[in-house]
């Protein structure tokens, strides 16, 4: 009875939220908050950069694994255990998705990824890459050869034979960063599916010490977002690598979520007080990238803090194959 009396609520709430935003263009998040039935709904979105510095320092939030599991609403355990985040039936959660509290687990595993990324990459690569462009090979293909570049070093024998192209396939076919695609007939089957079998195959074949969820999601990673970054380059060779990446629509994570941990207006600017536990606040980060030109929003909340550790590894292979493709053709004009 209570979630019918206050279904109303949330409907005029929403609605205020939505002229404030888009009638009176006053520069605060859109809150959707629809008490339904068995789905209650209460989500914060954040696109003003200044505003996801704030809210991503502000102790009344936290990362979605500040919070059990179990406690997080319905529809985000849902959506996550299709996405290359979250692992259902081991409820393991990428590295990103751990609290601000840092544990002694967190670190280790953080420098576990910047150790091995800090292994850097074989030209050999860029050129196979840069030759597959430029012969517009299939964008699976191109993610194969990506996916071996990266995650071979998170394998026991680090041979490139130990990632298949059914690897690589099941690596693209979880969730896609956005919950709209889970909506899909059949999409959020296929993402648990493709989830489960990436983890079990991490199981099977990563490093003894390398966390098995930061591996899975790893292939995931680079088997559909790298890639299409790719792809993004192919189509803007010329463009700087930190202004094409700060696009929003080019930016491989566009939002990124937190868990509100106690009752908070964000400072002020929420109208009403979240609640913990429920309210979920996405920060659209891709949108801030844009706003500030800055890769810190690309691959994180704007500050070094708790940046994305691919950072530095993404910005160094693509200005390496923007070089390699600017030789090829500058090789292929001379020689018209």
């Known amino acids: 009875?209570?979630?019918?009396?206050?279904?109303?609520?949330?409907?005029?709430?929403?609605?205020?939220?939505?002229?404030?935003?888009?009638?009176?263009?006053?520069?605060?998040?859109?809150?959707?908050?629809?008490?339904?039935?068995?789905?209650?709904?209460?989500?914060?979105?954040?696109?003003?950069?200044?505003?996801?510095?704030?809210?991503?320092t502000n102790a009344d939030v936290d990362r979605l694994h500040g919070q059990r599991t179990e406690n997080l609403p319905r529809w985000i355990r849902w959506y996550f255990s299709g996405t290359r985040f979250h692992n259902k039936s081991h409820d393991k959660w990428f590295l990103a998705f751990?609290?601000?509290?840092?544990?002694?687990?967190?670190?280790e595993r953080l420098q576990l990824l910047k150790d091995k990324l800090s292994q850097g990459f074989e030209q050999s690569y860029v050129e196979k890459v840069a030759d597959q462009i430029l012969k517009n090979a299939p964008e699976e293909e191109i993610a194969i050869t990506l996916t071996r570049m990266v995650n071979v070093r998170f394998m026991s024998g680090?041979?490139?034979?130990?990632?298949?192209?059914?690897?690589?396939?099941?690596?693209?076919?979880?969730l896609k960063t956005n919950i709209l695609d889970a909506l899909g007939p059949g999409h959020h089957k296929a993402g648990v599916s493709a989830q489960e079998a990436t983890y079990s195959f991490c199981e099977k074949n990563a490093e003894p010490g390398v966390n098995l969820i930061d591996a899975t999601h790893t292939i995931g990673a680079i088997a559909t977002p790298m890639t299409v970054a790719v792809m993004k380059l192919k189509e803007n060779p010329n463009a700087p690598i930190d202004h094409l990446f700060t696009r929003k629509g080019n930016c491989p994570t566009p939002t990124v979520p937190r868990v509100v941990m106690k009752e908070t207006t964000l400072n002020g600017l929420l109208s009403y007080p979240g609640r913990p536990s429920s309210t979920i606040v996405f920060l659209s980060i891709s949108s801030a990238a844009e706003q500030t030109s800055s890769l810190f929003f690309t691959f994180g909340s704007g500050t070094e803090y708790r940046v994305c550790a691919?950072?530095?590894f993404f910005y160094d292979f693509m200005t390496a194959l923007q070089g390699e493709l600017k030789t090829r053709r500058s090789a292929s004009t001379i020689r018209a």
């Open 98 to 107: 751990e609290p601000n509290s840092e544990s002694v687990q967190y670190q």
């Open 158 to 174: 680090q041979s490139k034979d130990s990632i298949t192209p059914e690897v690589v396939k099941k690596g693209r076919e979880v």
């Open 310 to 312: 691919f950072k530095q």
């Open 1 to 56: 009875m209570g979630v019918i009396i206050s279904l109303p609520v949330g409907i005029i709430r929403t609605l205020v939220s939505v002229v404030q935003k888009f009638v009176l263009r006053q520069n605060k998040p859109l809150r959707i908050d629809l008490p339904l039935p068995f789905i209650p709904i209460d989500v914060v979105l954040v696109s003003d950069a200044s505003q996801i510095v704030s809210i991503s």
